[in-house]
């Protein structure tokens, strides 16, 4: 009689969702992305370390994307393109040349990381914002020059940005981002911490490396390193 071996399962196969940041090129001069690129990382250094990266050329029309040179940049910056979206059909063979898949998305529910600093608010009419309305999946609460206050809780995949602190007086989820414009000081207040990602001043923890904590706590920089701390 032959005997037959016991398989080991070695995988599975799932299907799960993620939240990528998208890089949408609405030009293709290499050379001026490449300023521009420097510029948005200066502003929050250590965000975009290791940072998968979507390039949507969706906005461009013609074949002069070099896109081997905008992936070096990226890299050069420590993000790492993983697939592209949109654009002529031209840059399929271009992003086959890179190892990169072709991704069909709308860009309806992009949001922007990062605001431009033409979008900034004069300093004479900035203030703290209040919010008092749950925070639903998908939106994004942004508070220009002061703090960002919300008196409900935050659901995943939603995204609170602010220049000072954040208090959330109820569970925070999704993603929050103090001190994007580079304040060290900023903390991040909760009554329950859910988060998938957490960030002061461009320095950040993602949800399997926060400490778990029972109550309400706060999120600060020390030796530029994230620490959490029961309230």
């Known amino acids: 009689m032959t005997d037959t071996p016991l398989k080991t399962q070695t995988f599975k196969l799932k299907g799960r969702l993620y939240t990528l940041t998208v890089v949408q090129l609405l030009d293709p001069d290499k050379v001026l992305f490449a300023e521009q690129l420097a510029e948005v990382v200066a502003r929050a250094p250590r ?9 949507d050329c969706s906005a461009i029309t013609d074949d002069r994307v070099d896109l081997s040179a905008i992936c070096q940049c990226l890299r050069q910056h420590n993000m790492i393109p993983v697939a592209i979206q949109g654009g002529p059909a031209s840059l399929i063979v271009l992003a086959a040349a890179q190892g990169l898949p072709v991704l069909s998305a709308s860009s309806n529910h992009d949001k922007p990381l990062i605001e431009s600093q033409q979008e ?17 999946s998908g939106q994004q609460i942004v508070s220009k020059g002061g703090d960002l206050v919300i008196t409900a809780s935050v659901s995943h995949g939603a995204e609170l940005l602010a220049d000072g602190h954040i208090h959330v007086y109820g569970a925070l989820r999704g993603r929050a981002l103090a001190g ?19 960030a002061i001043a461009g320095y950040y923890c993602l949800s399997d490396a926060l400490e778990p904590i029972a109550g309400p706590c706060q ?3 020390q030796d530029d390193r994230i620490q959490i701390e029961p309230l």
């Open 47 to 55: 965000l975009f370390d290791n940072t998968p990266i979507v390039i």
């Open 120 to 136: 900034e608010t004069s300093s004479d009419t900035i203030k703290s914002r209040l919010i008092t309305t749950p925070i639903r």
């Open 180 to 198: 994007i414009a580079g304040d060290k000081q900023a903390r991040i207040f909760c009554q329950s911490l859910e988060a998938e990602l957490v």
């Open 219 to 221: 999120i600060f920089l």
